[in-house]
């Protein structure tokens, strides 16, 4: 019997799942290990500045999955509750709402009961011009996520 040139079936899976976990180890390593119960993407911010920026910067860019990644509970991102395509169609409402052409975050946030925290950003061009808007950030322990965003100033003029 001769062996193939290209391995056998189960050499070839080996390499396969080799490979597909060197990049998994890669892409944690780029991160420093953060995120990686959730899969090999990260989600979550390593501040509550941070998790409250990078939503704002992908809201204006409408990049509703990056939005999604930063979005959560204290027990983690929330598409593990609702799914990827869920927790996208309502950052897609949530980006038409903010659409901020620019951002300022105000500096003290007030401590929330559970490790939350509240803080107000400054938003300027949305549809109802300047407006301030409440943001509830939490943390699942290691990584920061916006929970809530109170929109009641954003509606339509």
Known sequence: MM????????????????????????GCASHGGAGAEYGTELYGAES?????????????????????RLFGTDEGPAERRWGRAETEQRMFVLAR???????ELRPNPVAGAGGASRWLVDLTGTRNGEVSVPFIIVSDG????????????????
């Open 48 to 68: 509550a500045e941070a998790a409250i920026g990078r939503f704002l910067d992908a809201a204006r860019l409408r990049d509703y999955s990056a939005m999604a």
């Open 3 to 26: 062996a193939s040139s290209r391995g056998s079936p189960a050499v070839r899976v080996a390499v396969l799942v080799m490979a597909v976990a060197g990049f998994a180890l890669a």
């Open 142 to 157: 290691n990584r920061w996520f916006v929970e809530r965003i109170v929109t009641e100033g954003l509606g339509t003029p």
């Open 97 to 103: 709402l903010l659409e901020p052409r620019a951002w």
